[in-house]
Structures are given as C-alpha cells and as structure tokens.
C-alpha cells in the first residue's frame, strides 16, 4: 500500500505539470482545424504530383484528423500514393500535444518534426516520380486528381448539434489525454518499481535491433492511444528516440483505419499498411545505425 501511495503521488504531481502546456496546445489545434480546416483540406487536395510537401506538413498537425481526409482523397482518386504516404508519414497523433507539455523534450520535438516532414516528402516523391511507372496501378491507385463530391470537413458538435466552442472542444481533449496519461503512468509506474528498473530496462533493451520494428508495429493500431503509450515510453526511458521515430511514423491515426472502410480495393489497403510499416522500421532503423556509427 505504502508503494502504491508513493507511486500515485508522484504521478499525479507530474500530470498535473502538464495541463497548462495540454490545454493550450489544444486550445491552438482546434483554433486552426475550425476557422482553417476547408482551406487546409482545399491546399491537401491541389498538390497535384506535388502533393507529398503540402501532405507532409499538413500531417504534422497533431490530431489524426488530416490522416482520414487523406483517407477518403486517396480512395475518391483525388490525391497520389505519394501524397498518401507523406501524410501518414509526418502524422503524429497526439504525441506532438504530449510533448509540447514537457518542455525538457522540446528539442526533441523540433527533431522528431523535422526528420519526419523531410522523409515523408523523401517517401512521396519516390513513389510518385521514381517508382511510379515500376508499382502496378493495382496497387498505386488510379489518381485522377479530381473528384465528383468529396466531403471530409467535420465540425465540433455538442450534443443538440450546436457547434461547441473551441475552447470546451479543447478542454474535453485535454481531460481524456490527461486520464489516460495519468492513468498509463500510474500502471507503468507500479510495474517498473514492482519488476525494477534495471529488469524492465533490460528487457527492452534487449530487443537492440528489433525495438524500432516492435515500435513500428505498435504505431499501425489505429487509435491515439498507441501514440500516448510509445511517447510516455520514451519519457520513462523505455524507449529508444530511434523507435519513437518509427513507431511514430506509423502512427496514422484512424487514416488506416478509414483507408480500409472508403477504399474498395484490399490489394491497394494490404499494400498501403505493410508499406507504412516498411517506411516506419526502416527509418528507425536507420537512425540506430547512424547513432552507433557516430557513438
């Protein structure tokens, strides 16, 4: 009982640190997906063959949002694979709002932005230029770039369908996070005290080459819930920057998730998903090699 009181304790005074920082990162996403969020969707949708830069930075507004109107472009022959792929790529779900709540991680986060935006326009342009004629259309899409009726614009709404103001919008996202937060850091905090810090370190740790790939795999659940769980990982120092890097650039939100539900073709979904995971692995592998090569 005395540890589980200590643990509690502690992780209800660090939570706490976090609601100013959660709620005014919350408080902007809403501001900018209410007054911007057609125009955002009008910018996502002209890219053309260039789309992978427009996807690439619009992905990195921390909500899984943009990653299900890219969803719905893809499936309606409005955008490229390539534009596809950057927008799952450079989303982040909720890690970015998480992080911005700590700010010893802050430069941590300018990285993690930067190496995500660079690879995933990387990612867009090689399938969109270089590999475009060597993928089957079957499996690349039939882009058209265009679109009969395509309407992916979700508004606020309370419960007699009244748009809700940005700020209690921002409030309710920023008391569920706060409680599965609290809630993660409680559980994870018995664990590593009941198991020992050095044994639950060890045991990640010994994943050495595979924990990006793991951490790749944990970011394809379709739920902001596995953003949370592999950021507060890192924080605790489960996890590796190079698998964070990784499962986050998996971490599309319910965009795979839509993908699945608008888009007819299983061939082009299966693909797509084993092809996120791919680029996710990969780049976190990558990073690995590098830190060890450097160190």
Same mark, same amino acid.
């Given at each position: ?44 949708? +002209? ?15 921390? =909500? ?23 927008? &799952? ?15 010893? &991680? ?9 190496i995500k935006v660079v690879y995933a ?20 899409? +039939? ?88 950021? =507060?990982? &890192? ?61």
């Open positions: 009982m005395e540890l589980f009181l200590d643990v509690l304790s502690e992780t209800l005074v660090d939570t706490a640190k976090m609601l100013p920082f959660l709620f005014l990162a919350y408080l902007f996403i809403e501001y900018v997906e209410t007054r911007h969020g057609e125009r955002i969707e009008t910018l996502l949708a +002209g890219g053309g063959r260039w789309g992978a830069v427009p996807g690439a930075v619009l992905g990195c507004v921390p =909500q899984c949002g943009f990653s299900a109107i890219a969803s719905n472009f893809y499936a309606s022959r409005v955008i490229t694979l390539g534009t596809l792929m950057a927008v &799952y790529l450079s989303t982040s779900d909720e890690a970015i709002p998480l992080l911005v709540s700590m700010p010893a &991680y802050w430069d941590k986060l300018i990285l993690l932005l930067v326009v990387f990612v867009g342009f090689l399938l969109d230029f270089v590999l475009r004629k060597a993928l089957p259309r079957s499996l690349r899409g +039939g882009y058209t770039g265009h679109a009969d009726e395509v309407d992916c614009h979700e508004e606020h709404s309370d419960e007699k369908g009244h748009p809700q103001p940005i700020w209690k919008a921002a409030l309710r996202h920023t008391l569920e996070i706060f409680v599965f937060i609290f809630v993660f850091s409680l559980v994870f905090g018995l664990i590593v005290e009941g198991v020992g810090e050095d044994v639950f370190a060890s045991v990640l740790g010994r994943m050495g080459f595979f924990q990006p790939v793991v951490a790749a795999l944990v970011g394809l659940v379709p739920n902001c819930a596995a953003s949370v769980l592999m950021t =507060q990982l &890192y924080v605790e120092g489960a996890l590796r920057f190079s698998s964070l890097v990784a499962g986050l650039c998996t971490g599309a939100g319910v965009g795979l998730a839509v993908l699945w539900r608008v888009n007819p073709s299983w061939k082009q979904n299966l693909f797509i998903t084993g092809l996120t995971w791919a680029c996710g692995a990969a780049v976190g592998v990558g990073i690995q090699i590098v830190v060890a090569f450097i160190a």
